[in-house]
């Protein structure tokens, strides 16, 4: 008769009822996405709200940063006469400097807007 090497017995696990509870709200959340009941509507709706108003609001940057540079050398035509580097003032700013704002404003709302994405699949992945 062969004795068999002791084995480890298994590792305990505590079970706590806020871990099940956790456990339960984590894929209930996905369940009410693809089930397109009305929470999950909502939570979508919530989503697609804020990603809207992202986007108008760096419209809004864009419009009133650049936009307004006309109705300043409107108010101010001693500023419209100014000729750094020998180009004029209004052509500088809106042939050539509008380009770095307008990137920096796409990049930011792309930062923004994927950073609410990353929020949004952290809430509907959401583990323990």
Known sequence: MAVEPSQDPPQRVRVVLA????????????????????VGE???????RTQLSLALGMA???????????LLFAVAPSLAAVRPFGIALPWLLL???????????????????????????????RKP
Request: charged fraction near 20%; charge should be negative; hydrophobic fraction near 45%.
């Open 60 to 70: 809004a940057v864009v419009a009133i940063g650049l936009g307004g540079l006309p």
């Open 95 to 125: 042939g050539v400097l509008a380009y770095p704002f307008l990137f920096g404003v796409g990049a930011t709302y792309v930062w923004l807007s994927e950073r609410t994405e990353h929020e949004f699949t952290e809430l509907v992945d």
């Open 42 to 48: 909502a939570v979508l709706r919530g989503l697609m």
């Open 19 to 38: 871990d099940a509870a956790r456990d339960r709200r984590a894929g209930q959340v996905r369940a009410e996405l693809q089930e397109q009941s009305g």
